[in-house]
């Protein structure tokens, strides 16, 4: 069993940043595809940003590219998610998620095994 630990969450402003961490339990951390996801209240969750096992393949939702980055550290079993230009519509609790292997749809979350409990941004305009 894959434990997945958020943090990193909370209060920003309009215009702000916000960095968002995932530990892992994996062993095989480094093996594993990774994902950040959000729901917004009242919303469907929605695919944020997805990274290979090597960093060598990133994927990136439209609604944030350019403001947010996804990242890996392997030797620290952490993943990251740097959130810059804050928007409102930010606002949201952010799940990472892992598979064992690279989804065939990374924007599904369907497609992974594991998830953290969810951190909680807000952004204030």
């Known amino acids: 069993q894959v434990q997945l630990v958020e943090s990193g969450g909370g209060l920003a402003q309009a215009g702000g940043s916000l960095r968002l961490a995932c530990e892992t339990s994996?062993?095989?951390?480094?093996?594993?595809?990774m994902g950040w996801f959000r729901r917004a209240s009242g919303k469907e969750r929605e695919f944020v940003a997805g990274?290979?096992?090597?960093?060598?393949?990133?994927y990136t939702a439209d609604s944030v590219k350019g403001r947010f980055t996804i990242s890996r550290d392997n030797a620290k079993n952490t993943l990251y998610l740097d959130m810059n230009s804050l928007k409102s519509e930010d606002t949201a609790v952010y799940y990472c998620?892992?598979?064992?292997?690279?989804?065939?749809?990374?924007?599904?979350?369907?497609?992974?095994?594991?998830w953290g409990q969810g951190t909680q941004v807000t952004v204030s305009s």
């Open positions: 990274i290979s096992w090597s960093g060598n393949n990133m």
């Open positions: 998620a892992a598979n064992r292997f690279e989804p065939y749809e990374v924007q599904n979350s369907q497609r992974y095994d594991y």
């Open positions: 994996a062993r095989t951390f480094s093996t594993y595809f």
